[in-house]
């Protein structure tokens, strides 16, 4: 069974950064996403960014241009370094692994908090 382990995140002010990491233990074989998503009190959840195997890469429109997407395959991690971050994208970070075994599956992270003062 694939766990999913958080690290980062936290207090920054506006216009500084954090950078999220995500490690995966068990396996997620060859044909996977990861990715993070974020909740914000009150909204819904919403993915912010995600990389498949082959590098591919999205962002949401909010996001582009301040954060990037990253992972090491070997390792079965996913990061999210987040730079001019805003006091919008206050929320907790969930990391996310979709993986194909025998049918799509999907896991999450506990989430971590992050907060963007003004």
């Known amino acids: 069974q694939v766990q999913l382990v958080e690290s980062g995140g936290g207090l920054v002010q506006a216009g500084g950064s954090l ?8 396996s997620i074989f060859s044909n996977n996403n990861m ?9 819904q959840r919403e993915l ?3 990389i498949g195997t082959g590098n591919n890469t999205y ?10 997407i990253s992972r090491d395959i070997a390792k079965n991690t ?13 929320a907790v970070y969930y990391c996310n692994v ?6 799509w599956k999907t896991t999450w992270g506990q989430g971590t908090q992050v907060t963007v003062s003004s």
């Open 19 to 26: 950078r999220l990491s995500c490690a995966a233990s068990g």
């Open 35 to 43: 990715g993070w998503y974020r909740q914000a009190p009150g909204k």
């Open 48 to 50: 912010v960014a995600q």
């Open 59 to 68: 962002y949401t429109d909010s996001v582009k241009g301040r954060f990037t």
């Open 78 to 90: 996913v990061s999210l370094q987040m730079n001019n971050l805003k006091p919008e994208d206050t």
């Open 98 to 103: 979709q993986y194909y075994s025998s049918g």
